[in-house]
């Protein structure tokens, strides 16, 4: 009896013991995400729900409320990271958080992770850290030839100006033209203020559409050497148009101050003409006018070419193969190769889909072999984008987002654009022969709180003064005489020094990458 009870407890026991560790393995794994670009999202629609229950792992995903930034530093500086951080590719952030040895070197965990190395790669060659290691995936990565820059114009004020055929046409307009339509529209409509409207200046570059119609890439590229910008001879011809614009009454008077919310609210009014910029930046105001004027009063996209261009091959697009954002696992992450498996999934054509198209047998399904949409999925995304996209989950999540189509049927890699409304379809068809790869000059300026960057910084905000000042200039000679101090100011800052320092950078990255420069003259 004693040797039955004996053993009856020892059972009791083993089971006791045993039942808390299968449980425990039956719960999903945590995985603490950092995502710049999440804003208060909550992960809970079927798209989030799927991807945890693909892949076993659930994400606790970190508000990036106020900066992120800042919120990025704060945590680099404390130590606290999350287990995945995702940051903003261009910024010297990701620099900082590699020279701090916070992140994972991925180099060690790529044979586990083989739809990575499928989908990325030469990507994974070009986006390696000084030492040779790769510490974070690029988000948005590969070529994107789609459209971008162009003239935006409302395409009921051209059919006035122009007539039906000719503003349906896919002939690009001469500058004369163009400037002409511009000076017609005001003096049809003398209260008008700005028949043109630029968005803000930025830094480092003119206005993107000014920039490429005159060829003008991020750096100048001449006989073995990089230089800044305004040595480029183009450089004046797009300050010049700019100029003339102004002076005569037909640029945006507040350019330099038009952020994302003025430029809207300008837009959504009766009175202006054009917009200089990203198709996409007029989608609100085409959406309001629209609804309260006429089935024509939206933006539509054109290009403009030099009246002496002898092709419509312009650097209008330029856009970095290597992404907008990093992705990178952090030295706290407890469960690295969790981890790696949420990643590798994120990345493969499957997951791609998941995210970035929806459920198969929901969202969309294969008709003879293609991804298709099911019912009006995309119709009603293009009346209520936001809605859609939250009661969905489509395009909720953008996570090692490859801008390609699928290889197996051309579709588009965004359910979105599989089906192309007015907008999209004229950016498509008139914005052509404008992109180029810009990862080439991505990230050469130096960075920290280096000489060479004290002295980069002095430069630019040489550049940042003049350049407004040579487009508000009230005579062609006051704009040529600002552009000679502003380069001898740029000279007295460092600029020479700098191109020095960044020339060997860009030849030892092309050097390295085995490409020949894209932009030389």
Known sequence: MKKLVGLMLAVMMALTVMLPITAMAEEPVTISFFDKNSGVRTFDDPVAKALEERTGIK???????????EKLSLMLAGQNYPDIVLMDRGSDIVNQYIE????VNLSDYLDQMPNVVAMYGD????????????????????YDPDPVTGFICRYDYMIELVGQERADSAEP????EFKALLQKFKDTNPDVTSPLVIGDPGSGIINGMFAGMNSLYPYYVHE??????????????????MNELYREGLLDPEWTSNNQELRNQKLSNNGVFAYGGS???????????LASQNENAEYLAYKVIPDDATSADLPLSGRSSLGWDAIAITKNCKNVEAAVKFIDYCASQEGQDLLLWGIEGQDWEFVNGVRTPIGDIVARYQADPSNVVDQTGITKWTWFVKNDVHPDDGTTCRIWFNEKDRSATFAYRNLTNGYYDS???????????????????GVIDVFDQYYPRMVNAPTVEQCDALYNEMVSAMENAGMSDIEAYMTDVYFARLALWGLEPVASK
């Open 173 to 176: 307009f001469r500058w004369s």
């Open 224 to 241: 073995g050497k990089l230089y800044f910008t305004v040595r480029d001879p183009q450089f004046m011809d797009a300050i010049h148009q």
């Open 439 to 457: 990862a080439e000059f991505a990230n050469l300026e130096p960075a920290g709180s280096t000489l060479e960057a004290l002295m980069y910084q």
């Open 279 to 289: 198709y996409w930046d007029t989608w609100t105001p085409s959406a309001s006018l």
């Open 59 to 69: 994400l606790a995903l970190e508000s990036p409320s106020g900066n992120p930034g």
């Open 123 to 142: 990507t994974l060659n070009k986006t390696r850290y000084t030492d040779g290691n790769n510490y974070y995936l690029s988000n948005w990565y590969g």
């Open 100 to 103: 701090a040895n916070a992140l």
